[in-house]
T-cell receptor, first 115, second 109 residues
Framework: EAEVAQSPRYKITEKSQAVAFWCDPI?????LYWYRQILGQGPELLVQ????????DSQLPKDRFSAERLKGVDSTLKIQPAELGDSAMYLC?????????????FGPGTRLTVL | EDQVTQSPEALRLQEGESSSLNCSYT??????LFWYRQDPGKGPEFLFT???AGEEKEKERLKATLTKKESFLHITAPKPEDSATYLC??????????FGAGTRLFVKA
């Protein structure tokens, strides 16, 4: 069964360092999402891609976060510099359709701890 | 402002004790309301999407319903393996996806 892959699964870093997360969506899925989930809260959408184009990044803290999906397949989310408040689970999801209302398939997430 | 509120925050049930989870929403144009299940340390797993008031969907012991202001996830005769966090969310007219904070369900054998 096809799955969304994410790496690393866990990352511990010190504040002011740079971190990067990678996501490989299900093959053929045009839409890719990055979410941040703080413990005890629901996922918060950071950025949504349609193929290689950004559809929505209104909640992405652009002074320190960046995301790219160069060939419209896998994607990288970067934080530089990391802050204590960035500690959270970072989830990647993909969906086959072009609308955000399609079922989203989530990866296992990357648990980030900033010390 | 678009908003999704889930209640209760946590729910403890005995095995076989049926109950309901609530999801109320205020959005500028609902394109769909969805339910996901999330186990600790894992990504959410899709359960249902509902598109219009009056719609109902079922899957095993779960049944989701939708009105113009809220959705309910009914759990019939739950088992311990149903213990998880249940997330509700909406796709808005502005093509945004908004999740609620979730309801943590604990089912005791």
């Amino acid at each position: 069964e096809a799955e969304v892959a994410q790496s690393p699964r866990y990352k511990i870093t010190e504040k002011s360092q740079a971190v990067a997360f990678w996501c490989d969506p299900i093959s053929g899925h045009a839409t890719l999402y990055w979410y941040r989930q703080i413990l005890g809260q629901g996922p918060e959408l950071l950025v949504q891609f349609q193929d290689e184009s950004v559809v929505d990044d209104s909640q992405l803290p652009k002074d320190r976060f960046s995301a790219e999906r160069l060939k419209g397949v896998d994607s990288t989310l970067k934080i530089q510099p990391a802050e204590l408040g960035d500690s959270a689970m970072y989830l990647c999801a993909s969906s086959p359709g072009t609308g955000s209302y399609n079922e989203q398939f989530f990866g296992p997430g990357t648990r980030l701890t900033v010390l | 402002e678009d908003q999704v509120t889930q209640s209760p925050e946590a729910l403890r049930l005995q095995e076989g004790e049926s109950s309901s989870l609530n999801c109320s929403y205020t959005v500028s144009g609902l394109r769909g309301l969805f339910w996901y299940r999330q186990d600790p340390g894992k990504g959410p797993e899709f359960l249902f999407t509902l598109y219009s008031a009056g719609e109902e969907k079922e899957k095993e012991r779960l049944k989701a319903t939708l009105t113009k202001k809220e959705s309910f996830l009914h759990i019939t005769a739950p088992k311990p393996e149903d213990s998880a966090t249940y997330l509700c969310g909406v796709h808005t007219g502005g093509f945004k996806t908004i999740f609620g904070a979730g309801t943590r369900l604990f089912v005791k054998a």
